[in-house]
């Protein structure tokens, strides 16, 4: 038996927090948690936890700022953002922050395992490809990482696959619902607006010209299309 997978859940409210708690136990998963910003990232040190379940609003640092603080200390650790906001923006601010996911409250248990265990899977899942060109941009899949003109940037884990599975069509146009199946691999979220949204921090990542983009090319109304 593989030994379990530990989840770090930072969150102030306690009924939250053991609902969480319970429903994660029962699917073989060990917890821990914490209600403050600062504990949750001493736990995060001391555990490395396979995944970190992020309130958005906590008493002493908001979770921008814990999810920050989180990525310095270990650029791979999967964070989701539990936010009880669902204004697009600070879903991107939370994306920005580096966080791989988010769930709006109230969410589902069910979701929230879903999106837990698909992150899993693609983390499991072996890189065919270590690093390959955008342009003249070196996107490294294993560093979650891409250089360009001299300048290293980090890449969240959405952003490297969301890169990689259009490598992997080089030249196609991919429609959007694809990239949703393919890279996110649920129906229900997130949305079409996403995906833009990761498009724009890739580009300006990945361009020279991040408002011209020569290689990560929109398709209109349908998709994307990588091209080097
Ligand atoms: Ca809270």
Redesign the pocket.
Known sequence: MEPKKTILVI???PHIILGLKDALEFEGFRVVSASRGKDGIAQARAERPHVVLL?L??PDLNGYQVCEELRRLDAFMPIIMLTARSQESDKIRGLDAGADDYVTKPFSVGELIARIRALFRRISRPSETLTFKVGDATVNVTAHTVERAGTTDSLSFYEVELLRFLHERLGQPVSRDEILNKVWGLEASPTNRTIDNYVVKLRRKVEAQPDRPEHILTVYGYGYKLVP
Do not use: N, S, V
């Open positions: 969150e102030d409210e309130d609003m906590l």
